[in-house]
């Protein structure tokens, strides 16, 4: 574990579930990808964690902001960001959100269907507008595809549409899923921009902006993904490949890349139960659970590295639940987890890379339970 | 709708979304319960709305309380009823929370495991038990059958054990899980109740509570469901059936069935999309979603009935949609809405029986869209 959470832990002893996150870590991860993508502007998806500090931290090292919501785009001016540094990213917007965020210096908004292209030009005229486009997901663990995005095909006329409206057709954006472990659906992606940049310079529309979304893996431990690097070489290489000297600008918007590896969850165990009744396993039941912050394991899709401390006997097999009367709240039991044979209530289990998509997801008190507590240092 | 929160609405026009909760109509279902299920006592299960109001609403009604946590007690004990009226019906209790609810009075404890027999025997001597046993869930919506319960043969063996360490073993619970239609599920679970009187009776134990649980069903429109009342007619012949002369003390835990039918969730639509990426359908994306409030529409296991303001047209089918940039943000696509053919942004649709489990299950601020707002009026 991270040498600065674990003393924070040994000194703090905080009380069980709790979230702490590193953030020289979170500075460290930004410069790290700004330097292996020196092509493109990082507009930190605060979806992942918008927690002011964060926010602040990342504000002080450069980055950029993509917000989903008013209250996401509060969180950035609130930290001094920039508006022109905010892009509006969620292509479902009320028309009051709109108009609110064009009022607060909002330049950038998405857009994927003529029915937000009216909304933004009734509510922002003048705006500069991208359009999401659909691309194949396959190799995400939490697939996108269907929700957001038109067709490439719609692409072009949606902007024409947003032209003639009165609003600034700026470019395009794709998203390939949320922890993508395959550089090839970006290249996908940019292939499709070079193509539909072509068609919109014959629509006479000039565009000048890819945002090639986030979606960019985290080692959770128990699978095969590829180096950071490496995948931002391939997808720079594919941009200078398909947009050769006419080169855009390219933005990017990593969430669970920036903060996830920042983050280690502090949780204890209630109960263990040997259940005999059906299958036989052993139930770990701890005290944070879906309904806490770990919504990201429902399915399994993200299975995170579980220690126990204090106990080197041999394992077993587990199954491993939330603490609620909820039978959705069970993290894992179709792969099972090895854990310390002796494992007892009161062991305390860290979860770590909890640092994205966990404090914000936590119910605001199923069952009576709190949502997460969060310590940023 | 119900009359009563029709008025309010055009009175208040209150922001939306938001969960507003007829009391008069919760003091009337609770009445209703009451009156078909006379052999019973009603202990309303906190976690399905846990909001002041409504505990204050029952608590004069004369309901007792089954509680999942320390907070689902403090707002009962803060609604003034007494501590003897409160089960801490949880299975997977933390140590130090058995010994606060201990010391405030708390009696009746929920075990299904020996780990947490000993816990109890820990930190709350003399407590009573029941022991909860795990049944078929069949025909429930939301199955619980795994993660509680111990299997029946477990059962006497438990209620020994705590004997033993000094708790009083007082009878049995189980589960049919949540919106189950079969009331032959019940009474499976009474029958085995039964049994295990006799077999805890050769023991040297003697038993005088059984506790039937929840998940009475609410009718949300699209499902056959059994009337309340043949229901509970049909258990509670079981119960005369299998325990003749000596019937115990029955418990029920309706929560859905109590305040599910006295909510209505007022939202807006935020975009409509003719989707022709892959599946060529229209999207109706509302401001809540499965992050604000509606997580049970997860697998589409709850299908609530949605109706349109001042919309009279055709309908088309729609997939409909949450408000966040998250593609499991997603209420029904796998079998379509019929939605008026020009409904648009703005327009108010209003989510029928949402008066259960849908406001604490809300996020603190995924995506940063606010909890639900919430009336009692």
Known sequence: MNAKIEQFFARENPPTPCLVVDLDQVAGNYAQMKTMATWADIFYAVKANPAPQLIGCLAAAGSSFDAASPAEIEACLAAGVDPTRISFGNTVKKAKDIMWAAARGIELFAVDSEGEVDKLAANAPGA???CRIAVANDGARWPLSRKFGCGPDEAIPLLERAK??????????FHVGSQQTEAQRWCEGVNWCAALFDRARRAGIELDLVNIGGGFPVHYGDEQIPGMASMLETIGRAMLEMFGDAQPRVLMEPGRAIVGSAGVIRSEVVLVADRTYGLAQRWVYLDVGRYGGLAETEGEAIRYRLEVAGRKGPMKPSVVAGPTCDSHDVLYENILYDLP??????????LSDTGAYTTTYASVGFNGFAPLEEYYI
Chains 1, 2 share one sequence.
């Open 128 to 130: 500069r507008v991208f």
């Open 164 to 173: 003639h409206a009165g609003l600034r057709p700026a470019g395009l954006s």
């Open 341 to 350: 044979a002796d494992i007892a209530p009161g062991d305390i289990v860290t």
